[in-house]
């Protein structure tokens, strides 16, 4: 058949029409509303230099960079065939490990960042490494994000199961799932951001609540770069406070077994982050 491909701002703009360039909401929302419209049957999103992949569903919603990663991670193991090591960044889904469970395959987990991907896929002969970011990078391409690559993979998936997105969501949820995922930007004072991240990880540090949306706290994570410290529950389900070195924000991450569990979870790290 014919295959019809709508462009959304193609045009060369080193400014990104005012937009900031990730491809997430609210970023995105003209490029969801689109879909639907246009009766498309998948959304594929890249961010400026194309390192960074986005997808939506037929229906215009958004996938988040964690199902997403899950989902090639599953083509990879179901329509290449592929047996090799999953590298995946401390803030990534778990969906990923129990992948690994099912399929026997190998899961490593570093640090934020490609600077720590690239090498452990490298030293492990992974078969990909990505970060909640939406940067996911292919041992059979190179060990480095690439949106484009990434976003013509899940077109491959598509094409091989001659399914949707929304089919091939509802089944890794069943296979892997359910997973439920959100993120907070807390920005701070430029001025005292140097001199809060000390009283900031100091308060994380501390802090230890026996439960976290309902959930017992089983296990108390401090990252190994020591700039934030993860909390898992007796559901698998987790909190990540993680704190930036680039620019004055602090990172509230969490992943759920449950859509009504995410915003206790967030305004818990948020109380953790503000209060301690």
């Not at 599953?74 to 290449?80: N, P």
């Not at 296990?219 to 020591?226: N, W, Y």
């Not at 070195?245 to 991450?253: A, D, I, K, N, S």
């Amino acid at each position: 058949g014919k295959t019809r491909v709508i462009e959304l701002h193609a045009e060369r703009n080193p400014y990104f029409g005012g937009v900031n360039p990730e491809p997430i909401p609210p970023n995105i929302d003209e490029f969801l509303t689109r879909i639907s419209k246009e009766r498309a049957d998948v959304g594929l999103a890249v961010d400026g230099d194309a390192d960074r992949a986005g997808l939506a569903d037929e229906q215009g919603t958004f996938v988040t960079t964690l199902t997403t990663y899950a989902l090639l991670m599953w083509y990879l193991l179901e329509v290449r065939k592929l047996r090799k090591p999953v590298v995946k960044t401390v803030n990534m889904t778990s969906m990923i490990d129990r992948l690994g469970e099912k399929y026997g395959v190998p899961v490593y987990e570093v640090p934020v960042g490609f600077k720590y991907i690239g090498p452990k896929m490298q030293e492990t002969g992974a078969m990909m490494g990505g970060e909640e970011s939406g940067g996911f990078g292919f041992a059979m391409h190179l060990p480095e994000r690439d949106g484009i690559v990434a976003d013509l993979f899940f077109l491959d998936f598509m094409l091989k199961t001659k399914k949707k997105p929304s089919q091939l969501i509802a089944e890794l949820m069943a296979l892997a799932g359910p997973s439920f995922y959100n993120r907070r930007d807390l920005h701070r004072d430029p001025a005292r951001y140097q001199q809060e991240k000390v009283e900031i990880m100091k308060r994380l540090d501390q802090a230890r609540p026996r439960e976290l949306a309902g959930h017992t706290v089983k296990r108390v994570v401090p990252l190994d770069t020591k700039d934030g410290v993860k909390f898992f529950v007796d559901d698998g389900s987790w909190l990540l406070m993680r704190l930036s070195g680039t620019e004055p924000l602090v990172r509230v991450y969490a992943e759920t077994r449950a859509m009504a569990e995410i915003k206790p979870m967030l305004d818990a790290g948020e109380r953790m982050v503000n209060d301690g």
